[in-house]
């Protein structure tokens, strides 16, 4: 790009009264940018003057003034680059002259005078101006082959629903289903929960009138009798080898070797080139990840409804409550299938079985539903009960429970069901279920009726749940180096879901989008709205794909990494790292890259250590340029020279959270120097080894939360940052600096008035160590 | 004037509501490559969540998805947005709908800096709804630190007072006009999504719960504001009678919902936001008592579990089957007693505690203020969503009770249903 560059500084709110913007000009006048400044940028004539500039020829904006959140339009110019420099906020808003004094008339030629401010000015202005020198306006990805077919995984009626959304909004899909016949589990049932107001009746299964829909739409393709083999490629051109169920092919995906075939006789891991043999015999007969299968079917993206089974109870399992003693205690789902084929009757003898008990929690001592329950299996139960009634005028139900989980709306189904003279519900720990004669005896405590029951039964129903497909499977089968299934689902008890609240889509792996009781143990109504919205995320990600795009977070972000292979060491650590497995290796052991599934956040350019992987935008040299730009005073300076300490911090996060620090009014250190960064996992050692050496007294990365209640939106980025900052602790005690000046905080994007006081205490432990040994130098 | 086959088709969306649900519906559709106006009746976006201090399960907070979500807007053209906007009028059918939104002044220009010299300005002070009147602010505001838009609002409580002209006057950069008129947008869109979401049910109803005669009783969202950073105590949980903090606090379950008098529906997220708003208190006092009167505690799946678990292994917090059916002041004592027989042991317990919070549902906006257009309601307000017909949607609360969660899994599903409206026709 050839960039013709304009800085621009603005007098308003407050920059013009703290600080000597001339001079501050002169910081950029002086290395030969053009300057101009102006009372308020936003004002007319403000964006008058940047307009011109624009229309004639400016195409590089640097602009003093507020903060890049605020006033993003009006300083957005298409076709060039605009880097902010926050003057505002996180210099003149947050270090008011009455702390930080300006210097008096007779000061202002006084070189030993430290107006912190203005330095603290200065400093940013030059690095921005470094930054703009090393980025470029990113050229989008462009994907050579590309499709807008959807694949769903699994035709039950979470599949069925997404296919027939997807259909309506005008794609072409296509539905796998591993069973003979679509249907899935509600096919088997005898009739459903409500799916409408006012919720108080089961009703017949949609299920079927939702096949004949689907088989409606010409664009959808059913495959039933068929598994996916593996998925292979990346959003937008994703490669799927089908196979029958059970079949053994030469695309069946390849699996990581399992932890303990990674170790020799002693414990110790294995050299690679020893794992690679390990990984090659392991997965004998199947064709490497990197080969595409020619007969392969393309797809632009994937929805996962692979659906649940029922629990299945161990061996030895609830025998308190007759299971396995008895073939007259059953579960749930061998109920409705009974249900299902005619009138209720007792296993063991055929007979009518007019006495129905539902026991809904295991108890022994406990509270809880019995494991993968969530609220569907009280909904169940009372849909249960209304069998019995509907078999047997003279039948009766009992629900005995810890807690009816019947959230919002289907609070009616429950009233509807009590209304029942028939059925009979009472809190209760079930503890025992026994043989009486040819029936049972079930024995509940700390019911709602004052004191212990027994009730007589002919049959005994254990609420037991829905345990999602991907318990048992990888089911999505990706051809990914990091492996053929979804990582770290075992936080969701091995459901298919996302970490984020606001976000409930965003699986680690782009283009894969989960719906139904694969996701979560979830009703019929909620399964067929959950595919709806996975249908969108999947067309919005091969949309997003075609248009060379990033998804959410970095929605619209044409960035995406770029790689230097001719220095690459294959060290495979940004295969390893990138959370989304965006990355596999080839046949050397050097990253093949799929940038449709990258999500730009810049974990593999932290992991990088021959610093290979770079941004259009955001690179190696770009922040260690901004890190070498911040003035370092020494003795040579200043008797006492000021502290200088770099901060990397999140720009998710942290960066808000300083500006909101500084609307409310609130200051911190001067010392400091902030580089926002997309993500702490993109932090690269190497710029805190540059702001070490060129004297900088400390550094601090600052970012969120990492755990099982994860924050970061790359999932991984603040853990790896951690692992990365403690590593360097070993480097910085050969140059004798102390490791201390290193460090990391965890800061949520509310906790902005604990900012000040956390930097204050870094500062505090830095001027115990003293000044960098290397300053001046 | 044309045949109702060959109606125009518009090719944007508009949704109606910028809570947490119109932001998703919003972005969602935005983001697939839909124009979309989004348009919000208060000054900011974010509805109901910026209120709350933190989600449950993971105790995060709620401004860090909406300043991601502000961040997608400020880098897509294709969305729109209308703060101080209420849609009027809605004439047509899927595909080709005619909107009249009615903009209210803000009495604010695009010239505010976010400076705040007409908040200092200003003399008197007025309640603040945002606190649910637990906080006096200035008639000239920023809604909240991380609002969006980023601009100040003046409230017409004070235009035409002399605080008004003080905030003209303090302001540099011409950016109050206390002249600003009321206009109406007319605006032509293919879909609509309702995210009007909802309104917390008037705890002054229940009678025998004691809202409104007593301070220290208040409710769950009155916690939140208390809890937050930036309410009214600085996010301390204190006593609003005289700031002490609490040694005991029940927390009063189903207070107006699931009973045929109030809400007759579960209002899905008083059990897991009460479980929360325990974790605050024990944060801040550990070694205050907590009780928890409840029907039936609602935790579904299997990360709501784990929060109630943990919750239960902490040895001062009690749960107690059993609807309350009094709360009053004990005037002796000073402290406020709850009533409510335990289900399971069947004793009778009159319960001192120093604060209470009432768990009080939701109620759809839509049953407080009747909707433009033609949508079908239940008889409790909650919009009903008939694909068949299609073009009008409801997305979140404003389509049944629901958690964060699930609204934005509905809302995501709402922009697939009205892109379908478009395609379609």
């Keep these: 790009m050839n960039k013709k560059y304009g800085v621009y500084i603005c007098h308003g709110c407050g920059i013009g009264e703290s600080l000597n913007v001339e001079k501050l000009g002169e910081v950029a006048s002086d290395e030969g ?41 009006t300083f957005r110019f298409d076709g060039c680059i605009v880097e902010r420099v926050n003057l505002r906020e996180q210099v003149v808003w947050s270090h008011p002259r009455a702390t930080w004094a300006a210097p008096t008339e007779e000061q202002k030629d006084d070189e030993t005078f430290i107006d912190h401010v203005q330095m603290m000015a200065s400093d940013y202005l030059k690095m921005a101006l470094a930054k703009v020198e090393k980025i470029n306006l990113p050229e989008p990805y462009k994907l050579e082959t590309f499709t807008r077919k959807i694949l769903v995984i699994g035709g039950g009626i979470t599949g069925i629903s997404a296919a027939i959304d997807a259909a309506k909004a005008g794609y072409e899909v296509t539905i796998v289903e591993k069973e003979a016949a679509l249907g899935g589990n509600a096919a088997k049932w005898r009739k459903q929960l409500p799916t409408d107001y006012p919720y108080e009746k089961p009703m017949a299964p949609v299920i079927q009138s939702k096949i004949k829909e689907l088989g409606s739409y010409p664009g959808i393709t059913v495959k ?60 004998q007969g199947k064709v490497d990840i990197l080969t595409f299968d020619p007969n392969g079917e393309k797809f632009g993206a994937v929805v996962l409804a692979a659906g649940w089974r029922p629990y299945k109870p161990a061996e030895g399992e609830y025998t308190h409550l007759g299971l396995g003693t008895t073939p007259d205690v059953v579960t749930n789902a061998q109920f409705e299938e009974m249900a299902a084929a005619g009138k209720i009757k007792r296993p063991s003898d055929g007979k009518e079985a007019k006495s129905v008990v539902f026991v809904q929690s295991p108890g022994q001592g406990q509270d809880q539903d019995f494991p993968y329950a969530a609220s569907v299996t009280s909904l169940v139960a009372l849909k249960q009960a209304t069998y019995v009634r509907e078999d047997y005028a003279d039948g009766k139900a009992f629900i005995i429970y810890q807690h009816m989980r019947t959230p919002g709306m289907t609070e009616n189904f429950y009233k509807a069901v009590q209304q029942d003279p028939g059925v009979f519900l009472t809190k209760g720990q079930v503890t025992k279920v026994s043989k009486n004669g040819a029936g049972l005896i079930v024995e509940a405590d700390d019911t709602l009726l004052g ?259 994860y924050q970061c939106h790359f999932v991984k980025g603040s853990e790896l940052a951690e692992i990365r900052v403690k590593k360097i602790g070993e480097a910085l005690s050969s140059l004798a600096l102390e490791p201390e000046r290193v460090a990391q905080f965890q800061v949520a994007i509310d906790e902005y008035d604990k900012i000040p006081q956390m930097l204050q205490e870094f500062v505090g432990t830095i001027e115990g160590l003293g000044p960098n040994p290397f300053k001046g130098f | 004037m044309t045949d109702e086959k060959a109606a125009p088709v518009s090719g944007s969306i508009m949704v109606v509501g910028g809570g947490i649900s119109g932001l998703t519906t919003a972005l969602e559709a935005a983001e697939v490559g839909y124009e979309v106006f989004l348009v919000e009746k208060n000054p900011y976006l974010g509805g109901r969540v910026a209120q709350l201090n933190q989600y449950f399960p993971k105790l995060c907070p709620p401004t860090c998805g909406l300043e991601i979500n502000f961040k997608r807007i400020k880098d897509n053209p294709r969305i729109k947005v209308l703060t101080m906007a209420e849609v009027e009028k809605v004439e047509g059918g899927p595909g080709n709908y005619a909107v009249a939104v009615k903009v209210r002044p803000r009495y604010v220009n695009e010239n505010c800096t976010c400076c705040g010299a007409c908040t200092e300005a200003c003399q008197t002070e007025i309640a603040s709804d945002f606190d649910f009147g637990m906080k006096q602010i200035k008639g000239a505001y920023l809604p909240f630190a991380m609002a969006f838009p980023a601009r100040y609002v003046i409230d017409p409580r004070i235009v035409g007072t002399e605080d008004a002209q003080r905030a003209k006057e303090a302001c540099k950069y011409d950016a109050v006009d206390l002249e ?190 009747k909707l433009p257009g033609a949508v079908k309601t239940t008889p409790d307000g909650f919009i009903l969503n008939d694909y068949a017909v299609g073009g009008m949607f409801a997305a979140g609360c404003a389509n049944k009770p629901a958690d964060v969660v699930s609204s934005n899994q509905n809302a995501t599903g709402m922009a697939l249903k009205a892109i379908q409206t478009l395609v379609r026709r």
């Design chain 1, 224 to 283: 039933t009798g068929t598994v996916v083999a593996r998925i292979a490629g990346q959003p937008g051109d994703f490669t799927v080898t089908f196979k029958k169920p059970g079949e053994k092919i030469e695309f069946d995906v390849p699996f990581p070797l399992p932890p303990e075939m990674r170790l020799d006789e002693s414990g110790k891991e294995l050299e690679a080139e020893k794992l690679h043999a390990r990984y090659l015999e392991y997965n």
């Design chain 1, 451 to 709: 004191q212990p029951i027994q009730i007589k039964a002919d049959l005994v129903v254990l609420a037991t749940g829905m345990v999602p497909a991907t318990k048992d499977d990888p089911v999505i089968n990706l051809a990914y180096r990091q492996g053929p299934a979804f990582r770290d689902n075992a936080i969701f008890n091995d459901y298919a879901d996302s970490n984020y609240i606001c976000f409930p889509y965003e699986t680690q792996r782009t283009g894969i989008y989960a719906a139904g009781g694969v996701r979560r143990s979830m009703t019929t109504e909620e399964a067929m709205e959950d595919a709806a919205g996975a249908a969108l995320k999947a067309i919005q990600c091969l949309e997003s794909a075609n248009r060379g795009v990033a998804v959410h977070p970095r929605s619209g972000d044409l960035t995406f990494p770029d790689f230097f292979f001719q220095r690459c060491t294959q060290c495979k650590r940004c295969t390893q790292e990138c959370p989304f497995g965006a990355l596999d290796d080839d046949e050397r052991g050097t990253p093949k890259t799929n940038p449709t599934r990258c999500r730009r956040c810049g974990t593999c350019m932290g992991a990088c250590p021959e610093r290979i992987i770079n941004f259009a935008n955001y690179s190696i040299d770009s922040v260690s340029s901004m890190v070498k730009a911040i003035k370092v005073p020494s003795t040579d300076d200043f008797d006492e020279p000021p502290l200088r300490i770099l901060g990397l911090i999140c720009e998710n996060d942290a960066y808000p959270a300083l500006d909101i620090a500084a609307m409310n009014k609130l200051s911190w250190n001067a010392d400091v120097r902030f580089i926002p960064v997309r993500c702490l996992g993109s932090v690269n050692v190497i710029w805190i080894k540059d702001a070490l050496s060129k004297g900088m007294d400390g550094v601090f990365l600052m970012g969120c939360k990492h755990g099982d209640d």
């Design chain 1, 33 to 73: 940018y053009a300057v101009k400044t102006c009372p308020a940028l936003c004002g007319k004539e403000g964006i008058e003057l940047l307009k011109t500039d624009v229309a004639a020829g400016v195409n590089s904006l640097i602009i003093g003034a507020c903060s890049p959140r605020v006033l993003y339009d």
């Design chain 2, 180 to 369: 600003m008129q009321p206009k109406t947008l007319n605006l032509n869109v293919g879909a609509v999504v309702w995210a009007t979401g909802w309104v917390p049910y008037d705890a002054k109803k229940m009678d025998n719960l004691g809202f409104g005669k007593h301070k220290n009783i208040i409710t769950n969202m009155m916690m939140e504001r208390l809890a937050a950073p930036n309410g009214p105590t600085q996010g301390k949980v204190i006593r609003p009678s005289d700031g002490k903090a609490p040694a005991s606090i029940a927390f009063v379950q189903c207070a107006g919902s699931r009973d045929e008098n109030y809400l007759p529906y579960c209002s899905y997220i008083c059990c897991m936001a009460s479980l929360k708003q325990a974790t605050y208190v024990r944060a801040q006092y550990p070694e205050a008592k907590i009780y928890i009167f409840y029907i039936d505690l609602r935790a579904p799946g299997y990360r709501y579990e784990k929060f109630y678990e943990n919750i239960k292994k902490d040895p001062n917090v009690f749960f107690i089957k059993g609807k309350v059916a009094e709360v009053s002041e004990d005037k002796a004592a000073g402290s406020i007693t709850v009533v409510a027989e335990n289900a399971v042991t069947g004793e009778k317990i009159h319960q001192a505690v120093e604060m209470v919070v009432l768990a009080t549902g939701m109620q759809p906006t839509a049953a407080v203020n």
